[in-house]
């Protein structure tokens, strides 16, 4: 296998961490892009990204906090621009499935004249273990809003076996892959599966969308999280084309995606579910 330079950005995030390994161990040469990473590679401070994507051949581009928010366009603008004078071959995108701002920034990348692959993925299990559903259910009480959406939750390893798949073949090239798991669940069903792998009793709250923003304000979270929050809930858990599996897994990589049943189990025995002590 010819070896090559990738820049991971997000590369100790939930799917950029996980590319990181797999290129590792296939003997490629990896630099992680984030803020903790040396150098450092920051979404808000541009100035140095002709430094760090120098020498770079491909690039997995994984946005924060989201493709959303305002500002994300004109970011990744800044990087297809640094990434073209650099001669960068290849970019890969993380998007999200069903969402229009999101798809604003893909056609900046399918336009930018370099080869490139996006990769639209559904909501990840591991928003139950490494993201900010993991503390309500430590505490043993999941209060969410969107309570009957039936989302195609699918698997930051899947993900990650797919990212590095486009990564290494040209055959890939100017595809578009949406990526969900097999089954489609709600919260409460996700979450009656972590009780029942943890042996926990894990209750569930339907909410309404306001009283969701409402509660997250009164824990003073930040403005612009609430928003980003309200904005997943209502745009994307909103949309019905969202409640639907694709098959690009099983075309892609050839297997079926991890099922739900499969991630809590992993988890499970990890102990992290069963940990209150965890600081979140
Ligand atoms: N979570 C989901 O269910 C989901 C679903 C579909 C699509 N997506 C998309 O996936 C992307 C990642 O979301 P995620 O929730 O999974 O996050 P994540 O990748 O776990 O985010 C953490 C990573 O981002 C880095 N980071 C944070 N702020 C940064 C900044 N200002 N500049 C550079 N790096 C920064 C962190 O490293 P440092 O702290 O060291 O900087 C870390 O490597 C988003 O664009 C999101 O829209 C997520």
């Known amino acids: ?11 100790t995030g939930k799917t950029g961490r996980r590319i990181v390994d797999r290129l590792q161990n296939l003997g490629q040469n990896v630099l992680i892009g984030s803020r903790s990473a040396q150098p ?20 997995y581009i994984t946005y924060q906090p989201d493709l959303a928010v305002p500002g994300a366009k004109e970011a990744i603008s800044e990087l ?12 890969v995108l993380l998007s999200g499935k069903g969402e229009r701002e999101a798809e604003l920034c893909e056609e900046i990348v399918i336009n930018s004249g370099i080869d ?20 309500p259910i430590l505490e043993g009480v999941v209060a969410l809003p969107q309570a009957h959406v039936k989302i195609p939750f699918v698997d930051a390893d899947d993900i990650a076996d797919i990212a590095v798949e486009v990564l290494l073949n040209d ?3 100017s595809e578009i892959y949406e990526l969900t798991g097999s089954q489609l669940f709600t919260f409460e069903e996700a979450i009656d599966t972590i009780a029942r792998a943890t042996e926990r009793e894990i209750s569930f709250v ?37 409640s639907t599996v694709t098959h ?15 991630y809590s189990d992993e988890v499970a025995k990890t102990g992290l579910w069963n940990n209150a002590n965890i600081k979140v």
């Not at 296998?1 to 590369?11: D, N, R, S």
């Not at 920051?42 to 002709?50: L, V």
């Not at 297809?80 to 970019?91: D, E, M, Q, Y």
């Not at 858990?237 to 969202?242: A, S, T, V, W």
């Open 248 to 262: 690009d897994i099983e075309k892609v990589l050839g297997r079926a995606p991890k099922t739900f049943q499969e």
């Open 171 to 173: 055959q890939h090239n």
């Open 116 to 135: 490139y692959t996006i990769l639209r993925a559904s909501w990840f299990n591991q928003n139950f273990s490494e993201n900010f559903l993991l503390e």
């Open 80 to 91: 297809v621009r640094v990434s073209k004078n650099a001669g960068v071959k290849k970019l």
């Open 1 to 11: 296998m010819k070896t090559e330079h990738f820049l991971i950005t997000g590369g």
């Open 206 to 242: 339907p909410l309404s969308l306001e009283a969701y923003s409402n509660a997250l304000r009164e824990m003073q979270l930040p403005e612009d999280f609430v928003w980003l929050i309200d904005y997943l809930f209502t745009v994307v858990l909103g949309n019905p084309d969202n």
């Open 40 to 59: 450092t590679f920051d979404w808000d401070r541009p100035h140095n990204w002709p430094e760090v994507v120098e020498g770079i051949d491909k690039i």
